[in-house]
Structure formats: C-alpha cells, structure tokens
C-alpha cells in the first residue's frame, strides 16, 4: 500500500513505486516477445509446456488457475469489505454470502450471454472507474499550490528527477 511504502522510505516512495513499474515492464515485455512468437492460445501454460514439456506445462496450467480463483475470491472479499464501510450487514453472516452469490451470480450470467455483452459490461466498469479518477484530478488542479511543490524539492524527492 502507498501509505506503507511512504512511511517506510518516506519522499523516495515515488521512486519505489517508478522501479517496480520498470520491472514489471520488463516482465510485460518478456510474455510479448515470447507471444509473439505462437499463434495458438495458452499464454504460460503454452510457453512452459513447448520450452519443457507436458509436464511442467501441466503444472503452470494448473498455478494459473489457482493463482486466478483465488485473486476472484480475494477481490469478492475486498468487495464484500468496501461495501461494509456503506452496508455494515454486508460484513457478516447471509448480507455476506448474499452480496458473494449476486456478484458470483452476475458475473456468471453476463459471460453466458456472450463476449458482446460482457465488453459491454466491461467498458461501463471502466468508464464508471475513469469518470471518477479524471472529476477528481480536475478538482484536485484547483487546489495546487506552489508552497507545496517547493515543499517536495525540499524533501528531496524531486531533486532526484532534477524537476527543482
């Protein structure tokens, strides 16, 4: 979380998190080079089971799918966590397993209807993520002040990227 990392390093947490960026951009570039290179579907499954055979390949086929079932269900509980903070009955017992099987549900049921529906419930998510993030940049432009980016030249964190 940001507010650890800045209370760990302090001013150089932006530096952290641009490091972790590159890195994982390396990553991103190594499964696009290797992608580039198949013209059938499987992703590391695939790449594993050409590079060392079925075995291994069986074995990343299944960590994948693992690794995926439990970030949906880590994602429901951080849903589940959220909506308490406006719906504290969602927190525990049937408001619980209620709001897990209408996403579940839901989810479900928008796939059985097809790809277009899905793209389409898709880009609504986005745009409902988006509209939020852009009204409160745009707010937040407002309330800029030039004592505070002279503040984080002192704290050296800008120095760094020679932006003072």
Known sequence: MPADVYARIGSYSLIAFVACALVVTLIILCFAEVSSRFSET???YLYAREA?????GFEVGWLIWLARLTAFAANCNLLVSYLGYFWTDATAGAGRATVIILVVVSLAAINILGVRQATIV?????VGKL???????????FFLSPHNIHLLCDLHMLHFLNLC
Request: no cysteine.
């Open 42 to 44: 499987g992703g590391p």
């Open 52 to 56: 060392f055979g079925p075995t291994l």
């Open 122 to 126: 898709s880009n609504v998510f986005t």
């Open 131 to 141: 509209v939020p993030l852009l009204i409160f940049i745009l707010v937040g432009l």
